[in-house]
């Protein structure tokens, strides 16, 4: 069964260094998300991107924050210059065409921890 | 905005029982979807079931099925024959159709289960 993958699993930075969270999501897929939930909060929503561009964002996603699709198959989100608020559990999600586009499917998430 | 309310924070049940989880929302648009996921403690996200708005009759996904009611904003998971994988925190998540491509989902704070041997 196709999946979203996502790497890496855990990621451990210093504050105010960039990182990238790395994305598959499933091949045939249009639609693609960030989600995040920080520890024993609620999953918030970041960002969707479709067709090459920015669908819709939260209050979350400022200008830290960035998504690219640098290829066919990478979905990726950058923190420029990370905070210890930032972390958090991320998860990628992605859905297909017509009805299918309401179903997302979720990747196993990548823990971010900064230090 | 919606919101969601998921007024039981824990719930147990012996295994084989069926249990109840409760959800309502609220949104004054007309068309949506209805979601449950539930995450268990590898963290990873998993679809358990889905409601369209516009769907009188309830969803059933093997073991699980909803209680929809549109009027009262409500939608519930009923679990029967709890197995012990079933044990994870569940998230009630509303996705509302609005002009545009944008799906967000709004999840939301969960309801642990524990399913006891």
């Known amino acids: 069964e196709p999946e979203v993958t996502q790497t890496p699993s855990h990621q451990v930075t210093q504050m105010g260094q960039e990182v990238i969270l790395r994305c598959v999501p499933i091949?045939?897929?249009?639609?693609f998300y960030w989600y995040r939930q920080i520890l024993g909060q609620k999953v918030e929503f970041l960002v969707s991107?479709?067709?090459?561009?920015?669908?819709?964002k939260s209050e979350i996603f400022d200008d830290q924050f960035s998504v690219e699709r640098p290829d066919g198959s990478n979905f990726t989100l950058k923190i420029r210059s990370t905070k210890l608020e930032d972390s958090a559990m991320y998860f990628c999600a992605s859905s297909g065409r017509e009805l299918a586009k309401n179903i997302q499917y979720f990747g196993a998430g990548t823990r971010l921890s900064v230090l | 905005a919606q919101t969601v309310t998921q007024s039981q924070p824990e719930m147990s049940v012996q295994e084989a029982e069926t249990v109840t989880l409760s959800c309502t929302y609220d949104t004054s648009e007309n068309n949506y979807y209805l979601f449950w996921y539930k995450q268990p403690p590898s963290r990873q996200m998993i679809l358990v079931i889905r409601?369209?708005?516009?769907?009188?009759q309830n969803a059933t996904e093997n073991r699980f099925s909803v209680n929809f009611q549109k009027a009262a904003k409500s939608f519930s998971l009923k679990i029967s024959d709890s197995q012990l994988g079933d044990t994870a925190m569940y998230f009630c998540?509303?996705?509302?159709?609005?002009?545009?491509?944008?799906?967000?989902?709004?999840f939301g704070s969960g309801t642990q289960l524990t399913v006891l041997p």
């Open positions: 991107f479709y067709n090459n561009e920015i669908s819709e």
């Open positions: 998540a509303p996705l509302v159709i609005s002009s545009g491509s944008a799906r967000q989902l709004t």
């Open positions: 409601q369209e708005a516009y769907k009188q």
């Open positions: 091949s045939n897929h249009l639609y």
